[in-house]
């Protein structure tokens, strides 16, 4: 698997793993909420990733975060499915390296 | 914590509250967060807060109202935070009162930034304007300001709440009445040499002073626009014993 390389400010090396964790966490979140077909659940954390992932160098989570946020306020579950397996998948593959 | 600058963050993200206070407590500043306004409300009963990072979508209560309330109740600076980063959403939030406005996402870095600046725009004047302005009282068409405690008193002796910026604006203009004073004037007079990225934010200011004033916006009689020039204070202006702006 390749990995992705997250350049972050050494500022927040204390709090960026909890950051990430905190996302796998997200990504179960976001896997019952489907199959309960919650709409919520995916508009709010999208919402919180996108406001939040670039801020601690995660570019990606915003992005996620920002496509999660839409489908869910169109009621595209299939958009937030896939988006839910691209967060997961990215999560499995970035590597933070504090400069 | 005594001397340290005391910042309330409010935010419904965990991962915002949690980031911002680590960072904003490494660089030497005492943090309370809280999830919604109730939690804000406590945390400012329980005493001093020297500034608000308030996010604007909160359950319950809108940041938005939020500010308007907290702006009502207090003079202490708000910068607000947001993921909606509509040019409207910036332009309302600085009409509601806030000092500051930082789209979401950001880097902690940056908020770091912007709260110092606040706190030392609503401290302190620039180096030319300092001194016996820090001190003075004025009187202007029955309304008064007193310098030393920063309070403003309507001609019927209520006191009017007054955010630290809306203050600096409103000594300026005391100590130019009668006189056209620029945007970039205006700008550089309250922020010394720091930069705005925001072009309008002295017109909003404005536009909250007028309202502060009671000044119809529309008529305005105290705080005039002049054309493609700025603005006017047109008023007698006593500044302690002294009269100014008579020719």
Partial sequence: ?99 | MPGKDHILVVDDDPDIRRQLSGYLEKNGFKVSVAGDGRGLRAVLDKGRVDLVVLDLMLPGEDGLILCRNLRARSDVPVVILSARGEQMDRIIGLEMGADDYLPKPFHPRELLARVKSVLRRVRSFPNHLMSEEETASYRFSDWHLEGVSRKLYSPDGKQVPLSGSEFILLRIFLNHPNRVLSREQLVEMSRGRETDPFDRSIDMQVSRLRRRLEDDPKNPLLIKTVRSAGYVFCARVQKGGTLLGVE
């Fill in chain 1, 1 to 99: 698997m390749e990995k992705i390389v997250v350049h972050i400010d050494s500022d927040l090396e204390d709090i960026a793993p909890g950051y990430i964790e905190n996302r796998h966490k997200d990504v179960a979140a976001l896997k019952e909420a489907l199959t309960a077909n919650d709409l919520e659940v995916p508009k709010v954390l999208g919402h919180r990733m996108k406001g939040s992932g670039a801020g601690y160098g995660f570019d990606e989570v915003t992005e996620i975060g920002r496509r999660m946020e839409e489908a869910a306020k169109a009621g595209d579950g299939q958009s937030i499915e896939a988006l839910t397996a691209r967060l997961e998948d990215y999560l499995a593959r970035v590597e933070i390296v504090y400069d």
